[in-house]
């Protein structure tokens, strides 16, 4: 078969998978979508491996798509390189001599529910294929939308999350323990937020709850937020969390406590107590035990562990990062804003004069 019959029988083949999907596409546009895309590289692939086809063949296959069926969308030159892209990662990295056929199914059959997106941002951005299945898990768990899951990479959730030091294993039953490791996390990133030190826990909790959207991102899916510096009156005197959370999938409040500086054995203690007077107060008989979470700006984790050893209540023991503001001597390096307008003005007279001239 002549090159020429060649590229007439994958254009074909092309054309009619593209058609047999827009039947399906009604049903799920998304999963047929991707498993389109997945089965066009496939076929580019291995015409390029048995023709040597180059860049040239791709723009003229999206030539020649647009014009054929002009339509649908999708097509150009840099989104079918990523359609060969996505086979060659999850088929040509691992061989189907290595990996049984189902299991290569079942890969396509994940990779299909991530949306096209999403998907090239995970293949751009990791390069490790379990990392990547993880956080397509937490895609299809959580709902994230492509910049969410960019700012989750970013901050490499993979390596946080479960990582707080708890006593989660003794004070829990399973499966209510491994859940609460899996929703909690360490450090927990606030790069939305810039203070300056020396700066008070309190300036900390309102800079959280005015930039509220993006905190609950960063706690993560199911958590819903009841207030800050929450009242609990006990034999008529006056308590007050930092921040109360319940969480919808956990069926539990969460005490969120803000703290300056490192960890202290007695913030477990004093926690400790919020989560037993939660528990009687504002617990419910259907709700799980009270979860505490002690926010620090850094750690000793041995003094974390035996600090919450042989407490009774839920708690977890995590670090926090700020965005930090500019060192003063570096401020005093940066030009101000008023010396930039002045810079600016300075450039125009410059530019009218040469003109006059």
Known sequence: MSSLNFYINTLDKIKKRIRDAQVKAILSVNSEMISMYWDIGEIIYIRQKKEGWGAKTIFKLSKDIHNEIPEIKGFSERNIKFMVQLYKEYVVKYPIGKQPVSQLEKRKQIVSQIPWGHNILLIQRINDISIRFWYMEQILKNGWNRETLSSMIKSELHKRQGKLNHNFNLTLPKPQSNLVKQTLKDPYI?????????????????????????????????????????????????????????????????????????????????????????????????????????????KNRIFAEYALKDLNKPIGVSEYELTRALPDNLKSSLPSIEEIETELINLNETDKNKITD
């Open 190 to 298: 606030f790069d939305f937020i810039t203070l300056s030190d020396p700066f008070h826990e309190r300036e900390l909790e309102t800079e959280l709850v005015k930039n509220m959207e993006k905190f609950l991102i960063e706690m993560g899916v199911g958590f819903a937020f009841l207030g800050r510096q929450y009242k609990l009156t006990i034999t008529e005197k006056d308590f007050y969390l930092d921040l109360l959370f319940y969480h919808i999938n956990l069926r539990c409040f969460v005490i969120v406590e803000l703290k300056k500086g490192d960890f202290k054995p007695e913030y477990a203690g004093k926690m400790n107590f919020y989560c037993s007077a939660v528990d009687d107060i504002i617990k419910q008989p259907t709700d799980q035990p009270t979860i505490g979470l002690i926010l620090c700006e850094s």
